[in-house]
């Protein structure tokens, strides 16, 4: 278990805001979790090609900073990383300033070094970052500082727009062929997601831009449906975004009318865009419970572990001929000025007799998949997003959505 209960694969929540800086400078300010780096760039005219990295963690961004060879190192790694972007006639300069270091400092100032240097030569050829580490046995992507002390063996992984690796670097311990072929599958899915953000940057000198808010504060969740509505020039928010915005109470009596009070009540609160979703078991021999209930099955407190278990006591005397279900999802978009839009998706499958499977939550451990012979927890994340009912629901609304918003 990681300290911050995050899963192997999961990043810390990352974020990239342009700086004010005055004429010839471009900046930005990245963070992934409590880490926070200033990434600047600037150029003058010059005989020679020329590219200048510095590497500074400030005193007081940690308390076991290290000093000189570590700093040098880094330094000549970025200048390496970012030899692409050197201009004939020019001299480039790049300054990565830590301020706070909770891990990931030195993956993070290629994010935002990348950022900076494309805004500055108006040339978008960005890069994602991340670290994996081979902790206890286990891959972990992602690394917090603590969990840095403790890692066997250490990735750097460096990924461009196209799903290129362009820099990878390994320390540490013996690993096996395995344990770093799943670092890097970790790393793409994380990185996909870190440069579509950096990619909204560009997006912000239009002098509007479009957002659309999707009503969940699961980062998870979220990155899904992002991966939609980025390429389409629309900024990506969640409630996480909106702190003000009160719990929607889900009164209705089916999924669809959930999705649709929570998408219309927060549309019209925040005047833009609302997408919201409510997803659920439901369980034939159980006549379709627990069905909207199925977050707060065992109790108000969403606990999964009860849930399941309360499913698993009520299905005791079931054979597992007769243990059919689904998972259904719907979707409703809703903006003041439209009428809402709503499609659904449904995953079909049994109930199994004990979960099996760590990557998955809710009920996706007992979900069981006849013709794959898994259970949702045993899928990759990019089965269940191809084969889940959210996703088929997703698959909805890219056909229905041209026409809605051109509308």
């Known amino acids: 278990m990681r300290i911050d209960s995050r899963k192997n694969w999961e990043m810390r929540p990352f974020n990239i805001s342009l700086n004010d800086f005055e004429e010839n400078y471009q900046g930005v300010t990245v963070t992934l979790g409590e880490t926070k780096v200033i990434c600047y760039a600037f150029k003058k005219p010059s005989e020679q090609s020329e590219l200048t990295v510095t590497f500074q963690v400030l005193p007081f961004a940690t308390k076991n900073r290290q000093e000189g060879k570590e700093r040098k190192d880094w330094e000549k790694s970025l200048k390496k990383i970012f030899s692409s972007y050197e201009k004939a006639h020019t001299s480039l300069f790049l300054d990565c300033v830590v301020i706070k270091d909770r891990g990931s400092s030195q993956e993070l100032s290629v994010a935002g070094g990348s950022v900076a240097l494309s805004l500055l030569l108006q040339e978008t ?88 808010v999707i009503a969940t504060k699961n980062s998870g969740k979220a990155k899904e449906f992002q991966k939609m509505f980025s390429p389409l020039g629309l900024k990506v928010k969640t409630l996480l975004d909106f702190p003000e915005i009160p719990e929607v109470i889900e009164s209705g009596r089916t999924f669809e009318e959930n999705a649709i009070l929570k998408a219309e009540t927060i549309a019209n609160l925040l005047k833009t865009t609302v997408l919201a979703d409510d997803s659920g078991l439901m369980v034939d021999a159980l006549e379709g419970q627990p069905g909207i209930f199925s977050a707060r099955y065992a109790g108000p ?36 000025k439209k009428e809402t839009l709503t499609v659904h998706g449904i995953w079909e499958g049994e109930i199994a007799s004990i979960p099996k499977g760590e990557d998955g939550f809710g009920y996706d451990p007992l979900f069981f998949l006849p013709d794959l012979n898994k259970t949702a927890a045993e899928l990759s994340r990019e089965e269940k997003n191809r084969l889940s009912h959210r996703g088929k629901a997703l698959e909805a609304l890219k056909k229905s959505w041209p026409k809605w918003w051109s509308e």
């Open 125 to 212: 050829t960005l890069l994602g970052s991340i670290n994996c580490g081979l902790v206890q046995g286990e891959i972990f992507c992602d690394l917090s500082s603590e969990e840095e002390k403790k890692a066997e063996a250490m990735f750097q992984v460096v990924m461009d727009e196209k799903g290129n690796f362009v820099h990878l670097a390994a320390s540490g311990d013996k690993f096996s062929g395995e344990e770093l072929n799943l670092a890097l599958h970790y790393s793409k899915t994380v990185l996909e997601d870190q440069i579509a953000k950096e990619k909204e940057i560009f997006i912000h000198d239009q002098q509007e831009v479009e957002e659309i």
């Open 301 to 336: 407190e969403k606990n999964d572990a009860s849930n399941n278990a309360k499913l698993l006591a009520n299905l005791a005397q079931v054979p597992k001929d007769k243990r059919q279900a689904q998972f259904y999802c719907a979707l409703a978009v809703a903006n003041p």
